[in-house]
Nanobody, 123 residues
Framework: QVQLVESGGGLVQAGGSLRLSCAASGRIISIDNMAWYRQAPGKQREFVAFIPSGGITNYADSVKGRFTISRDNDKNTGYLQMNSLKPEDTAVYYC?????????????????WGQGTQVTVSS
């Protein structure tokens, strides 16, 4: 019904930048909240950034001042601009969204996860 696909990951040197994208598709009525999480090898998945449909963004302390979350509602796409990347930012980055969609039984609201995109920062 709803699919989230991340893209934009890759290998970058410390201090470099990447912009991740999260494209949502399906029978979407609206996307209420979007967020980014990441999971490094051997670590728990952790919160990175959050943006509601019309509210104040929120960031993990570890990325505040370096990362910027944004969204393009016309494209049903979220973004994570990542600047001044550090080796400790290396992780699989996942998009998460609370989506109101036109389901088989009417309007539904559910959370969805993308498949993740690898970000590797070399020193």
């Amino acid at each position: 019904q709803v699919q989230l696909v991340e893209s934009g990951g890759g290998l970058v040197q410390a201090g470099g930048s990447l912009r991740l994208s999260c494209a949502a598709s399906g029978r979407i009525i609206s996307i209420d909240n979007m967020a980014w999480y990441r999971q490094a090898p051997g670590k728990q998945r952790e919160f990175v950034a959050f943006i509601p449909s019309g509210g104040i963004t929120n960031y993990a302390d570890s990325v505040k001042g370096r990362f910027t979350i944004s969204r393009d509602n016309d494209k049903n796409t979220g973004y994570l601009q990542m600047n001044s990347l550090k080796p400790e930012d290396t992780a699989v980055y996942y998009c998460n969204a609370d989506v109101v969609s036109n389901g088989n039984y009417g309007r539904t609201r559910a959370g969805y996860w993308g498949q993740g995109t690898q970000v590797t920062v070399s020193s």
